[in-house]
C-alpha cells in the first residue's frame, strides 16, 4: 500500500524553525519527484517547495525562499522541509506529494502530483 506520512508539525512563536518530514512506505521515494504544499483555513492550497528525482533540481516559491529548505534522506525514504525564520503567514496544513512519474523533474503545480499524505499543522503564533 502506498502511504505518505507527515510529521514535525507544531506551534511555534514567529521566527522560530521547524522541521517537517515525509516517510514513504510501499514505494520508493529515491525515483521520484516530492513537492510540499500548504492550505490555510479558507485559502487555496500553495505549493512551497518540490525536489526532482535525484535531488539535482529544487524549487521554492517566493514567499519561503531563503527560509525553507527542501531535502532527500534516500536511505531512511524520507523527504524534510526545513522551515526557518517562521511568520505567522506559513501556518497552514502541510502536505507532502509525489509524482508516479519517475525520474521526473518537479513542479510547483498540485496537479503534477498523484500521491498525497494527510498533512501536519503548523501554527506560527506568538
Known amino acids: 500500500q502506498l502511504q505518505l506520512v507527515e510529521s514535525g508539525g507544531g506551534l511555534v512563536q514567529p521566527g522560530g524553525s521547524l522541521r517537517l518530514s515525509c516517510v514513504a512506505s510501499g514505494f520508493s521515494l529515491d525515483y521520484r519527484a516530492i513537492g510540499w504544499f500548504r492550505q490555510a483555513p479558507g485559502k487555496e492550497r500553495e505549493a512551497v517547495s518540490c525536489?526532482?528525482?535525484?535531488?539535482?533540481?529544487?524549487e521554492y516559491s517566493e514567499s519561503v525562499k531563503g527560509r525553507f529548505t527542501i531535502s532527500r534522506d534516500n536511505a531512511e525514504n524520507t523527504v524534510n522541509l526545513q522551515m526557518n525564520n517562521l511568520k505567522p503567514e506559513d501556518s497552514g496544513l502541510y502536505y507532502c506529494?509525489?509524482?508516479?512519474?519517475?525520474?521526473?523533474?518537479?513542479?510547483?503545480?498540485?496537479?503534477?502530483?498523484?500521491?498525497w499524505g494527510q498533512g501536519t499543522q503548523v501554527t506560527v503564533s506568538s
Open positions: 506529494a509525489a509524482r508516479r512519474t519517475v525520474f521526473s523533474l518537479c513542479r510547483l503545480d498540485s496537479g503534477d502530483y498523484e500521491d
Open positions: 525536489m526532482s528525482t535525484g535531488g539535482g533540481n529544487t
